[in-house]
C-alpha cells in the first residue's frame, strides 16, 4: 500500500462515535435483512480469503494469467473436500443410523442404573410410582427422537431446503472464484476508501485483523482436521463404538481450543463405560484424548498455528453463540472475523486510552500525592 501525505487534521471523537456506531447498525441490519440468501455469498468469500494468498503466491511464480490460477486452486480444492466427504460419508452415516437404533435401549440402560434412585423421587412425585415416571420419561424420550427425525426429514424433502442446498452448490463456487480473481482490485479499492487523516492508522489496524484472522482460520482449521482424523483413527482402533464419530465430532469441535477435545473425552468416557463397564477400559479411551491433548499443545499447534494469535477460546465460543442466536449458522460464519476485529480494536482503544490524559493524569497525581507524603515522612 502506498503511504498517503500526512495530514494533521483530526476529527472530533464524537464523528468517530457516530459513524462507527452507524456503520456497525448498517452492517447488523443488512446481515439481518438478506440473512436468507448470504450464505453462498459468505461461504464463497471465505473460501477466497482461504485460497487468495496460494494463487497470489502462483501468479509471482508463473506466468499464467489469475484467472486460471484461480480455476485450478478451486477445482483443486473442490476435489479434494469431494474426496474427503466420500470417504466418511459411509461409515459415518452407518454409526449415526446404529445411534438412531440403539438409543432406546440406552435409555432402558440409563433407567435400570437410576432405578436405585428412583425411590428419592417418588416423595417429589407422590401421584405417580416408580414405574409409571419410568414410562412417562420413555414416551417422552422416544417422541423427542421420532419428532425430531420427522423434522429433520420434513427439512431435508421441503422444496424450499433442496433449492437452498442447490444454490448454495452452484453460487460459493462462483463467488469465490471472482472473489479470488478479484481480490487485488478489492484490496486497492479498500485502500483507496480508508480516510486520508488516519491512513497508517487503520491499515496498521487492517494488517492486524487480518494476521489474527488468518491465523486463526488456516491454523485452527489445519489442527481441527489433524485432530479430527487422530481421533476418529485411535477410537475406531480402540473399538469404541461410534468411535469414527465421535472422533470426527470432536475435531470438528477442535475449531475452539480445548472445546472439542473436552466434548469428546466426556462421550467416548460415557459409551466405553456403557459398552464395557470396565475401568481399564474407560482409562483407555481417556487416555486417547489426553494424548491428543498433549500432542495438540506440545507439537500440532505450536507446527501449524505457530506464536498466539491472541483469540482466546471463550472469546470464539462467545462469539460463535452470540452468533448461532442472532443469526444462525450465518451468524456462527460470521462470527470469527466479528470477534477478530472486536478483539483488535479493543486492545487499541485500550492503549489509546493509556495515551489519554484521562488515564496519565491521574497516575501523575497520584506519584505526585506518594512523592509528597515520602518528602514529608523524610522531613520528620
Not at 424433502?157 to 433442496?162: K, R
Not at 476418529?232 to 475449531?255: D, E, N
Request: charged letters at 10%; aromatic letters at 12%.
Amino acid at each position: 500500500m502506498a503511504k498517503a501525505p500526512q495530514n494533521n487534521y483530526r476529527l472530533p471523537w464524537e464523528a468517530h462515535v457516530i459513524f462507527w456506531t452507524l456503520s456497525t447498525l448498517a452492517f447488523a441490519g443488512l446481515v439481518w435483512l438478506f440473512s436468507d440468501i448470504l450464505m453462498p455469498f459468505v461461504l464463497g468469500i471465505v473460501i477466497a480469503y482461504l485460497l487468495a494468498p496460494t494463487v497470489n503466491f502462483l501468479e509471482k511464480k508463473t506466468n499464467l494469467p489469475r484467472w486460471s490460477l484461480c480455476a485450478l486452486i478451486l477445482a483443486l480444492f473442490i476435489l479434494v473436500f469431494t474426496a474427503i466427504i466420500v470417504l466418511i460419508a459411509p461409515p459415518l452415516y452407518q454409526q449415526i443410523s446404529v445411534f438412531a437404533d440403539n438409543a432406546p435401549a440406552y435409555f432402558d440402560h440409563l433407567m435400570n442404573i437410576a432405578s436405585p434412585y428412583m425411590t428419592q423421587l417418588e416423595s417429589y412425585f407422590e401421584s405417580a410410582d416408580q414405574q409409571s415416571l419410568q414410562d412417562t420419561l420413555k414416551d417422552s424420550f422416544s417422541t423427542i427422537l421420532s419428532t425430531g427425525s420427522g423434522m429433520l426429514g420434513k427439512a431435508l424433502t421441503a422444496g424450499q431446503a433442496l433449492l437452498s442446498t442447490i444454490s448454495l452448490l452452484v453460487l460459493t463456487p462462483l463467488v469465490a472464484f471472482f472473489m479470488m480473481n478479484e481480490w487485488p482490485r478489492i484490496q486497492k479499492w479498500i485502500d483507496d476508501l480508508i480516510p486520508k487523516h488516519a491512513y497508517e492508522t487503520v491499515t496498521s489496524l487492517l494488517k492486524d485483523i487480518d494476521s489474527k484472522l488468518s491465523g486463526f482460520i488456516r491454523g485452527q482449521l489445519l489442527v481441527a482436521v489433524v485432530l479430527g482424523i487422530s481421533y476418529a483413527v485411535a477410537l475406531s482402533l480402540a473399538g469404541l463404538q461410534y468411535g469414527f464419530l465421535v472422533g470426527l465430532v470432536a475435531g470438528a469441535l477442535s475449531i475452539i481450543p480445548l472445546f472439542g477435545s473436552t466434548v469428546g473425552l466426556l462421550t467416548s468416557v460415557i459409551i466405553a463405560w456403557f459398552q464395557s463397564g470396565e475401568i481399564s477400559y474407560v482409562g483407555i479411551i481417556a487416555a486417547i484424548f489426553i494424548a491428543g491433548q498433549l500432542l495438540e499443545g506440545n507439537v500440532i499447534t505450536p507446527k501449524l498455528l505457530g506464536k498466539s494469535v491472541g483469540l482466546h477460546p471463550l472469546w470464539i465460543l462467545f462469539a460463535l453463540m452470540a452468533g448461532g442466536s442472532l443469526f444462525g449458522i450465518l451468524g456462527m460464519l460470521l462470527a470469527v472475523p466479528v470477534a477478530a476485529t472486536v478483539g483488535v480494536l479493543a486492545h487499541f482503544g485500550i492503549r489509546q486510552y493509556k495515551k489519554s490524559a484521562f488515564y496519565t493524569q491521574a497516575h501523575k497525581k497520584n506519584n505526585k500525592k506518594k512523592t509528597q507524603k515520602s518528602n514529608k515522612k523524610a522531613s520528620i
